[in-house]
Structures are given as structure tokens and as C-alpha cells.
């Protein structure tokens, strides 16, 4: 696929799961609207995507969920980017004992699988949306770091920061003026880039029960609720599951796009 029609397509998609995510109110009825006799009905007019055990729409389901899993997905990647590369672009301009220091911790994090470290800092800290930003932004707060400290370290020997340092130029003030303004596209693309694989964690804690509690919408939360009517149901698990897929495709290929681009 040309990289131009990638980021199109791209852009295009993750512009719609925007829109959703921010007013899902637009596109579908309440998530919580109960109708036991309508329960487990399959796709139809009436309810697209059918609705669930309870006899609530799955369509709105859905639609709601994207609020509450893109959200938790996409805070936690922007303060695990804030935090990394703000730490990252100081080790890297800094470097001696700073960056020793913090290298060793990020080494430490990344000695663990994330998935496995996500299911230790959720079970820790508990369920909720904001413990489930936390469990995220934990996780890929050293790889933030590794790319911003790469960039930093780049940076950090150019002849615009020489220049600088000769006008008399504080280090505090080269750091902030010049290499973390050069640092941070690099940490916004990585930012694009985890975005699918975040997306797969939070999923992977909602479907274990250690994401958002009910009987708040959420994508993973959903799959976990339709693992006893696989056969019964099989749009109970259908539907989220697209929706998951979509929207790591969406992150995957404006990730992409912007990545051939820079390169």
C-alpha cells in the first residue's frame, strides 16, 4: 500500500474512532438499557450487532466502550510519554550519574514481559480506569525513555547546541529551547506506534477482570462477558472484537505512514 493512501486511511479511521470515542451519545442509544425479554436475540434491524445476555444492545455497547478502553489507552500513553521522554531527553542530554540511574530502572522494567508486569501492577493496584491508566503508563514509561534518551544523546552533540552553549546559553534552557523540541516528535510517533499494543494489554486486563469494573462499557470487559455463549451468542464476541481490531489497525497504519515518512 502507497504510504500516502496508508496515511489517508490512516488518518481517516482514527478520526472516526475520535469522533466515537468523544460523543458516543451521536451514534448509538444508552449502553445500560435493559430488556430481558429481548436477551441474546441475534443482528437485526432493530439491534445491529444483537444484544447480550441481559437484553442490552450491543450495538451501544459498542459504541460506548470506545470511550472507556481509547481512553485509558490513549491517557496512558500520553503520561508514559511525558514522563519517559521528559526522563529520557535528561539522561541522555545529562548523561553521567542521571543517566546511569535512570537506565538501570528502565532496564529493570524491561527485563519484564509487559503483559505479565500489566497483570501485576493491575492486580496490585486494582480494578478501575485509573488504575488502569497507571498499570500502562508504568509499562511503557522505560521504552519512552529508551527512544527519548537515543534522540537526546543525538542531539546532544550537534552543533546547534555547541552554539548555544557559546551564547551563553544555560544547560537548563538548551535542554528545554532546543533538544527536548527536537526529542519530542520522535516520542509522539513512538506514542502512535505502542498504541496497538497498549490497546492488546488493556484488552488482555479487561477480558481477566482487571480492567473497568461493570457495568461500565468496555471492549475487553465485553469479551470476558461473552466467553460462556461462544456458541449461543457468537456476536457477543464478534463485535468488540472487530472494534479492537479496527482500532489497532487504525494506530498501526498511521503509525506506519508517519514512520516512512520521517524516515
Not at 16 to 36: H, R
Not at 94 to 114: E, H, I, K, T
Not at 237 to 254: D, E, M, N, R, V
Amino acid at each position: 500500500m502507497r504510504p500516502r493512501l496508508t496515511l489517508l486511511i490512516g488518518c481517516a479511521l482514527c478520526a472516526a474512532f475520535l469522533a466515537i470515542s468523544l460523543a458516543p451519545g451521536l451514534f448509538a442509544g444508552p449502553p445500560d438499557a435493559v430488556a430481558v425479554i429481548r436477551r441474546l436475540e441475534p443482528p437485526s434491524a432493530q439491534f445491529w450487532f444483537g444484544t447480550d445476555e441481559s437484553g442490552r444492545d450491543v450495538y451501544a455497547r459498542v459504541i460506548h466502550g470506545a470511550g472507556t478502553t481509547l481512553g485509558i489507552v490513549g491517557a496512558a500513553i500520553a503520561i508514559a510519554g511525558l514522563a519517559g521522554g521528559g526522563l529520557g531527553a535528561l539522561a541522555g542530554f545529562a548523561g553521567r550519574l542521571p543517566d546511569l540511574a535512570l537506565s538501570r530502572m528502565a532496564d529493570a522494567l524491561l527485563a519484564f514481559p509487559p503483559i505479565i508486569l500489566g497483570v501485576v501492577l493491575a492486580s496490585t493496584l486494582g480494578s478501575g480506569a485509573a488504575n488502569s491508566v497507571l498499570a500502562l503508563s508504568i509499562i511503557y514509561v522505560p521504552v519512552f525513555y529508551r527512544v527519548a534518551r537515543a534522540a537526546a544523546l543525538m542531539e546532544s552533540g550537534r552543533a546547534y547546541v555547541e552554539a548555544a552553549r557559546t551564547l551563553g546559553h544555560g544547560e537548563a534552557a538548551v535542554l528545554l529551547r532546543h533538544v527536548l523540541r527536537n526529542v519530542a516528535p520522535v516520542v509522539a510517533l513512538q506514542g502512535v506506534i505502542l498504541f496497538p499494543l497498549a490497546l492488546q494489554i488493556q484488552a488482555a486486563l479487561g477480558f481477566l477482570g482487571l480492567g473497568v469494573p461493570p457495568p461500565t462499557p468496555d471492549w475487553g470487559a465485553s469479551l470476558q462477558e461473552s466467553r460462556n455463549y461462544l456458541t449461543a451468542a457468537p456476536w457477543l464476541a464478534t463485535f468488540p472484537g472487530l472494534a479492537l481490531l479496527l482500532a489497532a489497525l487504525a494506530a498501526s497504519l498511521l503509525g506506519r505512514a508517519l514512520q516512512a515518512r520521517s524516515g
